[in-house]
């Protein structure tokens, strides 16, 4: 049985691997420091370790729990306007946490390795859809930390033989289908969940557009939605090819399909039956008008593709866990 570390398994993204990762029989084992993790979100069957990545103990303590045969890493700060406030947050969570976590691993000789990167290393882009070839320009700090975690990676094959796949997330959304573990944060800056939240509450505070002079086809920023699930999913899929052949590697994950705020919404209010109201406020800053993905190389070599394409479908996920979440 192959030993997995999940760093950040108690978070969104990463609660949804552990529960696959257990469904396929892997041994699994958490490390989450529960600052933005979900104790609730923690599954049967999954050994725990509290702690935090900045503090080599707690990192070393968690390695001489067993001989791991792969790590991988969803601990991280995420919010972008948080970066630009609080940059020493960032890099100190995002870079330093897991140098020390690299370090760590190679001491011990754990030679593979799948980091949870964004489409926020490709900055503004220059061509929609983007592809892996694109230039890494970040224009926020958690940009930054997400593009240099990829190029000590990068230095850490040629050095030592670390073995890693980088994911580039486009827009992570939605929920286990089966409703115990779903979307979670404090504060929740993120539009489905928001959209979700006000449609759901009885306060009847309006869902805010950020921006509605995008050079758009409705004005609004399109972005490119892709499960949760199909996520979790395409992590096995780079532990099979970092098995096969050892490398260091980067690859989108997307749906390949942009969707505006506003087709958002309207999908919203076609799974609620029920109009959702709806604001304009003035742009967010750091958002780019288009993220949409080119998706085909993890495709071509990892045989990913989302399951989840329908926006509707992946709304009704989120939907049932929004109307009763357990955290
Ligand atoms: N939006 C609204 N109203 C809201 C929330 C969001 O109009 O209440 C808009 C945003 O302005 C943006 C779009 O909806 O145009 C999507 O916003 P999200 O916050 O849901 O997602 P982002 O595209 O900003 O963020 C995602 C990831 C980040 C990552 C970023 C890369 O969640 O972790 O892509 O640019 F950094």
Redesign the pocket.
């Known amino acids: 049985m192959e030993r997995i570390l999940v760093c950040g398994g108690a978070g969104y993204i990463g609660s949804h691997m552990v529960k696959r990762l257990l469904n396929e029989g892997f041994d699994v084992t958490v490390f989450d420091s529960f600052e933005t993790g979900h104790r609730e979100a923690l599954q049967e069957g999954a050994a725990v370790f509290e702690g935090t990545l900045n503090n080599p103990a707690d990192v070393n303590g968690v390695l001489e729990m067993k001989p791991f045969d792969a790590v991988f890493h969803f601990a991280a700060r ?3 306007g948080e970066s630009v406030r609080q940059p020493s947050l960032y890099y100190g969570n995002n870079v330093a946490g897991t140098l020390n976590l690299l370090q760590a691993m190679v001491a011990r000789g754990i030679g593979r390795f799948v980091f949870s990167s ?3 290393v ?1 900055g503004t882009p220059l061509e929609i859809p983007i592809r892996e070839d694109h230039p890494l320009v970040p224009i ?1 700090p ?2 930054w930390t ?1 593009q240099m975690v990829e190029q000590i990676l990068a230095d850490f094959w040629r050095a030592y033989g670390l073995a890693s796949v980088s994911l580039r ?5 939605g929920a286990d289908p089966e409703g115990s573990i779903g979307e979670s944060h404090d504060p929740e ?7 979700l939240k006000s449609a759901l509450s009885n306060s009847s505070e309006p ?5 509605d002079d ?1 050079p758009t086809p409705d004005g ?4 490119d939605y892709v499960h949760v699930c199909d996520l979790a999913d395409a992590h096995l899929k780079a532990l099979d090819s970092l098995r096969a052949s050892p490398g260091v590697r980067a690859y989108n994950l997307g749906n390949g399909c942009g969707f505006s ?1 506003k087709q ?1 919404l309207e999908a919203a209010e076609r799974v609620l039956g029920a109009k959702i109201e709806r604001r304009i ?1 003035s ?2 800053e ?3 008008a288009f ?1 949409v993905a080119d998706s085909t190389l993890a495709l071509k070599e990892l045989g990913w593709r989302p399951r989840f394409t329908s926006l509707e479908e992946i709304l009704q996920t989120a939907l049932r866990w929004h109307r009763c979440p357990r955290y």
């Not at 869902?207 to 921006?211: H, M, N, P, T």
């Open positions: 995420i919010q972008v964004s489409a926020a490709y926020n958690y940009g997400k997330y486009f827009n992570a959304c800056t993120h539009l489905i969940p928001n959209i869902v805010l557009i950020f921006g995008y609004t920023c399109v972005r705020v958002v406020a742009r967010r750091g958002d780019p993220l």
